[in-house]
Every structure is written in structure tokens, then in C-alpha cells.
């Protein structure tokens, strides 16, 4: 069972890595969503597998009878579900303000918080070198 | 005891419930300063509790360690929580005047406890995954404060912050799931001791990944984007907050994360850090140099700045770890005043764009006063406090014979000297380029000292620990020794009673 999810880990990233860099905000969210999902997996692998045996204490028991699954890395996965679905409801209402305030989903062109200073700049040199040139 | 402990957690929390329910009277902004002067004194408190017995911790919910959650307050997190009071304290009662109603209405000062209840449990939690949330509490809070408004800038800003923000989080957590399958353990303290049996080479693979998560929330190069790209958009109570704060939180993860429990392999990781150290410095003093708004400006430096620190983890000598405490205290009081600053300059000239400002040493000598205190400080003028902070630092690498770093440390120096200049020839020596005389007497008496009174009081602060610097190296001298050697750190949290 580990190998199998170690290679779905590392698909899950692989994928949310492509389309990270891809250039757009919505690809971007996809990704997250899919790279915090391999982060979670990776905790739930992390802390063992035991398979069909839940983490139930029998009545009038202290302890669980016999070998239980490990009941750790599943509350600190649904702690992290929870918190990721909280902020990605977030980030998806960042972009689609970002979409109606900004029209724009890349990155590349938003400049209104960091105006390209250096597309200007390049622009001014090059008029600057016709100058000369002429 | 457990209570000292969280006292300093509940208090914000509630004061923003009870700010949440006001948010639509005038009375919200009162609730919420009433929340920080209280949070100071448990902050205070605590801080006299560490004093007397070291470290200070507890059990919560009645789990023994390393088994539950553990609060604990050692002297490096006992300053940084009181720091986070008096700071809260400051833009609480500036937010008084800079807040308008509107924003007020949309919950800014619920935030803004939560904001500060995040901080502070960031700096007392004993538990590795407990990190994460108080990192997560912070962080969602701050995405809140700093698109409240709305304004398309902030958007802009926003995007790239969240973005980041959110990619840097994941990658603690992956950090987290390693870490927790090689050891069995989320307490750091039991992480201290449960590391050493594990395979070291895959050690220093986790130590990276958290390196470059928490190497994202302090800004050190390359990672630093996101902040120059967000902190000059939102109100100026948030950007001192933020610039204040939220990288140091950063910082201190990895302080105490490089000290406590990746040790092991010091050639490889603090190597790394030296770098990332000199390279923030100096990338962070040239971004500022190119720009041309006082929030811009000062962004950069925190960037910059924030190298300074990384130099004193990375050296791990007592005397740098001394720097390196030293610095975070200074570093936060000048830097979150400086942005209050640019907020009264934007009030009374209208903008923080450098060439559209002017006349404020004529007009507003005080203000030009209190500029030039963190301004100095900042660029480590004696006898400010950021003077002994790069001193201590600078002997420490010439200690051990770091000689490049040494001089990277006192260039980056010379060049904060040159972004400072230039905000005060463009901001106070020129005329105001409309003719406008920008004096401190357009605003009514109450603004006035709504605005002033926190900028004086941090201000006050620098001067008392540049004057008297004894005391303050002295506690920063034992904080040192506490995180280099962490035996009684580790020794106070197993032993603490639920």
C-alpha cells in the first residue's frame, strides 16, 4: 500500500507543480488544492498504515485491544482539511475579485501594486540609444 | 501555572469577539485597546514568571508531554510576546484615528485580535503541528487585514501574498508528516532528543523543507516577493503590524527550530543560512535603493533586516545568538514605527510617494524628531538601539572570522544610511512641491495624539534600550545560553505537570 500512495504523492505533486507555474491564477488554486492534498496523504503515510483495524476502544476497556490503526496523523489530517478548505474558500474569492477588480487572471499583469519599473526604464534606454545611434 | 500561559492567548481572543459584537458602534476601536493594554500585562506577567524560573510550562487539556499540547515560554518567547503586547498596544490606539468606520464595520479590529492571538501562540506553543495552526490563525487573519477595503491595489497585493503565503504553509506541513514519521513525535522538546537516533542524511532533508517554509514567512532571499509586492497597499495600522511582526514570527520558527532541534548537521544547514543571510541583506538594501514611496522603501529594509538576524543564527556562536535576539526586539519597535510615521506623513502631506511630498521638517519639526529616531536606529547610528544590535552582530562574525559577512553586515549598513537620507531630504528638507505647508496644527488636538503617542512611545523605547543597552544584552546574553544549550528548555516541558 505505501508504494502506491508514495507514487500517487508524487503525481499529485507533479501535477500541482505544472500547473503552479502554468501562469494563471485558476490553475494556480487547482494546484494548491491538489499539492495540499499530497501534503496531507503524506502525513496519513507518515504515520503508518495498518490496514482494517479503526482505532476504537471496546466498552469498559482503557486502551484499544490488539494492533489499531495509528488515530494521531488522522486528527492532525482532518486539522489540516479543515484549515486548507477554509483558506482556499478564501483564495478562490481573492481571485475572482481579483478577475472582476483586476480583469486580468495572470500574474505577469497585474502591476498595479508594483508598476514595471523596468519595462520603463528598458523602454526609455532604447529610445535613448536611437538617439545616439542617429 | 498553566494560566500565565494562556492568559496571553485567551485575552485577544475574546477582545476580538467582544470587538466583533461592537464593530458597528464606536466603541469597537476602545474594546480593542482595552484587549491590548491587558494583553501587555499578562505579557508582563509571564515575562516576570520566566524571569524568576527559567522556562515556563504546561500542559493543556490534561495530557502529560510529550503527548498533548504544551505551552511554553522560555525567555525568547517570553520577550517576543511582550514586544507583540506593546506593539498590539501602539497601533491599537493609533487605529483609533486611522481605522474609519467603514473598515471598523468590517470586523479590522476582530482581525486584528486574532492577528495578535496568532503571534503570540506562535511564540508559547511546545508542539510542532500546534505551530502550524497558530501559523494558519495568523495568516488568515492577515490575508482579512490586508485586502480590507478592497482597493484594487490591495487585490494586486493581496494575490501574490496569499499565494506564497498559502505554498510555504504547505511545505511546513509536508515538513511536519516527515518529521512526525521519522520520530513518532510532534513535541519539540521530545523532537530535540527523538532526532538524534533517526537517519541524519534524511534529517537534513526535512531541515531544508522547513528552512525554505519558514524561509518564506521571515522573507529571506529568494523567497522574499510576496513582501514587497503586499506591505505598502493596506491601512498603515496594518502595514506597521505586519512589518512589525509577521516576518519576525518567521524568524523565530527558525530560531528556534535550528537551534532546538536541527543541530545536527550545523556544516551544511547554518552554512546555507550564512548565505541566505548575506544575500537578504544586501538584495533587500538595493530593492529599497530603487524605490521611490516611503512604504516601498521601508518593506525592503524589513527584508534587508531581516538578514541581519539570519547572520546571527547562522554564526551560532553565543555572542551572535546575543546579536540575533537583540536584533528581533530592536527590529520590531523601530520597524513598526517607521510605518506609523508614513502614515502621519501621508495624512498631512497626502501621499507616501516621495516626489509628491515635501516641507515636513519645516512645518512638522516633531514628527521630523520622531522620524529621525527609528530612521537612525535603523541604520545603526549610535547611541539608538540598532546601533548595539549590528555591533554585537559584526563582532560576533569577526569573532569568528567570517570577514566577508562581517563587511556585508557594515556595508548593508552604510546603504540603510542612504534609503533613510533620502526619505528625509525628499519627505522634509524639499518644499512640499504644491506648496503646501504640511503642519502637524490641520489636525484637531485628539488625532493629533492618537496619531503621536504610540510613534513617541516606540520612539521612547528605542532611546531607552540605545542608552541603556545593559540590561537588554544582559537578558539577551541569557536567552542565548538557553537556546544553546536547550537541556532545561527540554527538561521544564517533559516534567511540567498537566
Known amino acids: 500500500m505505501e508504494p502506491l500512495l508514495a507514487i500517487t504523492i508524487g503525481v499529485l505533486i507533479t501535477c500541482s507543480v505544472y500547473l503552479m507555474l502554468s501562469g494563471h491564477l485558476l ?8 499539492i495540499s492534498n ?30 489499531v490503526a495509528n488515530a494521531l496523523p488522522q486528527a492532525l489530517v482532518l486539522t489540516a482539511i479543515v484549515i486548507g478548505f477554509g483558506l482556499f474558500a478564501f483564495a478562490i474569492v481573492l481571485v475572482f475579485r481579483a478577475w472582476t477588480s483586476l480583469s486580468t487572471l495572470h500574474p505577469d499583469e497585474m502591476e498595479l501594486a508594483e508598476p514595471n519599473y523596468g519595462a520603463h526604464a528598458k523602454a526609455t534606454k532604447l529610445a535613448l540609444k536611437k538617439d545616439t545611434t542617429q | ?20 459584537m461592537t464593530r458597528s458602534s464606536k466603541s469597537g476601536a476602545w474594546v480593542s485597546l482595552a484587549g491590548a493594554i491587558l494583553l501587555l500585562l499578562a505579557a508582563i506577567f509571564l515575562m516576570a514568571q520566566v524571569l524568576d524560573q527559567g522556562v515556563v510550562a504546561a500542559q493543556m487539556g490534561g495530557w502529560g508531554a510529550p503527548f498533548g499540547i504544551t505551552l511554553v515560554a522560555d525567555l525568547l518567547s517570553a520577550v517576543m510576546v511582550l514586544i507583540t503586547a ?18 471598523e464595520h468590517l470586523a479590522y479590529h476582530a482581525l486584528f485580535n486574532v492577528l495578535i492571538a496568532g503571534v503570540v501562540g506562535a511564540f508559547i506553543t511546545g508542539d510542532l503541528f500546534n505551530l502550524y495552526v497558530w501559523f494558519e490563525v495568523m495568516l488568515i487573519s492577515s490575508f482579512g487585514l490586508l485586502v480590507l477595503g478592497g482597493r484594487p491595489e490591495q487585490i494586486d497585493g493581496g494575490v501574490k501574498y496569499v499565494a506564497l503565503n498559502l505554498v510555504s504553509t504547505i511545505m511546513f506541513l509536508t515538513g511536519i508528516g516527515l518529521l512526525y514519521g521519522m520520530t513518532g513525535t510532534l513535541n519539540m522538546a521530545d523532537l530535540a532528543s527523538a532526532v538524534e537516533d533517526t537517519d541524519q542524511k534524511l534529517l537534513t532533508v526535512v531541515a531544508v523543507l522547513f528552512m525554505i517554509a519558514f524561509g518564506v514567512k521571515a522573507a529571506v532571499f529568494p523567497l522574499f516577493f510576496w513582501l514587497p509586492a503586499s506591505y505598502h497597499t493596506p491601512a ?51 530593492g529599497a535603493a530603487a524605490q521611490t514611496d516611503i512604504r516601498k522603501i521601508l518593506s525592503f529594509h524589513i527584508v534587508s533586516q ?18 540575533a535576539v537583540f536584533y528581533l526586539v530592536h527590529h520590531i519597535i523601530v520597524k513598526a514605527n517607521l510605518f506609523l510615521i508614513a502614515g502621519v506623513a501621508e495624512r498631512l502631506t497626502g501621499s507616501t510617494e516621495l516626489s509628491k511630498i515635501g516641507g515636513l521638517y519645516k512645518s512638522a519639526p516633531l514628527l521630523a524628531v520622531l522620524f529621525l529616531i527609528p ?14 544590535a549590528k555591533f554585537v552582530l559584526v563582532k560576533a562574525s ?29 519627505a522634509f528638507w524639499e518644499p512640499h512641491p504644491n506648496e503646501i505647508e504640511p503642519k502637524l496644527t490641520t489636525l484637531d488636538r485628539p488625532t493629533q495624539i492618537k496619531l503621536l503617542l504610540p510613534i513617541a512611545g516606540l520612539a521612547a523605547l528605542t532611546v531607552i534600550i540605545g542608552l541603556f543597552p545593559e540590561p537588554f544584552v544582559a537578558f539577551a546574553e541569557r536567552s542565548a545560553t538557553q537556546l544553546l544549550d536547550p537541556a532545561p528548555y527540554i527538561a521544564a516541558v517533559l516534567e511540567a505537570k498537566p
Open chain 2, 375 to 388: 530612521a537612525f536606529s535603523l541604520a545603526g547610528f549610535p547611541p539608538l538601539s540598532g546601533f548595539w
Open chain 2, 398 to 426: 569577526l569573532e569568528t572570522e567570517a570577514w566577508i559577512i562581517a563587511g556585508v553586515a557594515l556595508l548593508v549598513g552604510l546603504l540603510t544610511i542612504y534609503s533613510m537620507t533620502k526619505i528625509w531630504a525628499q
Open chain 2, 1 to 20: 501555572m498553566s494560566w500565565v500561559l494562556a492568559l496571553p492567548l485567551i485575552i485577544p481572543f475574546l477582545t476580538a469577539v467582544a470587538a466583533f
Open chain 2, 86 to 103: 506593546i506593539v498590539a498596544v501602539a497601533v491599537a490606539i493609533y487605529a483609533l484615528e486611522d481605522i474609519n468606520a467603514a473598515k
Open chain 1, 27 to 34: 490553475r494556480f488554486i487547482f494546484g494548491l488544492v491538489l
Open chain 1, 38 to 67: 499530497a501534503a496531507n496523504l503524506t502525513i496519513f503515510v507518515a504515520g503508518r498504515l495498518t490496514e482494517g483495524a479503526p482505532p476504537l476502544i471496546p466498552e469498559g476497556a482503557d486502551a484499544p485491544l490488539g494492533e
Open chain 2, 236 to 286: 498603515f495600522s496594518v502595514s506597521a503590524v505586519f512589518a512589525g511582526l509577521l516576518t519576525k514570527v518567521g524568524v523565530y520558527a527558525m530560531i528556534r527550530m535550528f537551534t532546538l532541534i536541527f543541530d545536527h548537521d550545523i556544516g551544511f544547514t547554518h552554512t546555507i543560512l550564512l548565505w541566505v543571510a548575506g544575500l537578504t541583506m544586501i538584495t533587500g538594501v538595493l
Open chain 2, 306 to 323: 531581516i538578514g541581519y538576524m539570519i547572520l546571527g543564527l547562522a554564526l551560532l556562536t553565543p555572542l551572535a545568538l546575543v546579536g
